[in-house]
Each structure stands twice: as C-alpha cells, then as structure tokens.
Nanobody, 120 residues
C-alpha cells in the first residue's frame, strides 16, 4: 500500500511562515507528480502548488511569490514553504501525488490533511 503522511501546519499570525512536509511510503515504483491542495470551509479544493518528477513547478496565482514547493533529498518527499501568510490562506492543506505503485497503474494518492490557520 502507498501512504502519504503530512507534517507541519498549525496556527500562525498574518505575515508569519510555516513549512509543510509530506512523505510517500510503500510499494512505490515511480512518483510522477507531487503537490499541495487546500480546502477552506465552504470552498472547493484547489491546487496550491505542484512539482513534477523533472522539477517543474506551478503555483496558484494567489500564492506566487510567497510559497515555494520543493522535493526533498529523498525523492519521495515534498515540502511547501509558506511565507507572508494571510488569513485567506487558512484551510486544510492536503498532500497529493500521482504514483505508479509496484502493484498497479498510476493513480492519485492523498494525505489526511493538515490544518493551517492564519490569524489577523
């Protein structure tokens, strides 16, 4: 089985920083894409940032210049450095990955979510 485990998150004042991390484990053959999504109350889940296996990145317009996504030294990890946080960034953040498991075709896997709360 493949699992994504997130860490980080919490409560921070506006203007502060947080770092989220996600590690994929299990019977992994190849990871094609890793990214972070978020969902605020009453809103749809949206892509915040993503990184391909080749290192290409993409960001939501609302976080460009403030958030940085990166792969860890272990290629099965991804980090999201969030700076200059705003109250509008408050949401549950989910790690997601497109993974070829040893036992099956590529599909999306999701973490359990971690709460980020930015106070004004």
């Amino acid at each position: 089985q493949v699992q994504l485990v997130e860490s980080g998150g919490g409560l921070v004042q506006a203007g502060g920083s947080l770092r989220l991390s996600c590690a994929a484990s299990g019977s992994i053959y190849r990871i094609n894409f890793m990214g972070w999504y978020r969902q605020a109350p009453g809103k749809q889940r949206e892509l915040v940032a993503g990184i391909s296996s080749g290192g290409s990145t993409n960001y939501a317009d609302s976080v460009k210049g403030r958030f940085t996504i990166s792969r860890g030294n272990a290629k099965n990890t991804v980090h999201l450095q969030m700076n200059s946080l705003k109250p509008d960034d408050t949401a549950v953040y989910y790690c997601a990955a497109d993974i070829f498991a040893v036992t099956g075709p590529a599909r999306a896997y999701w973490g359990q979510g971690t709460q980020v709360t930015v106070s004004s």
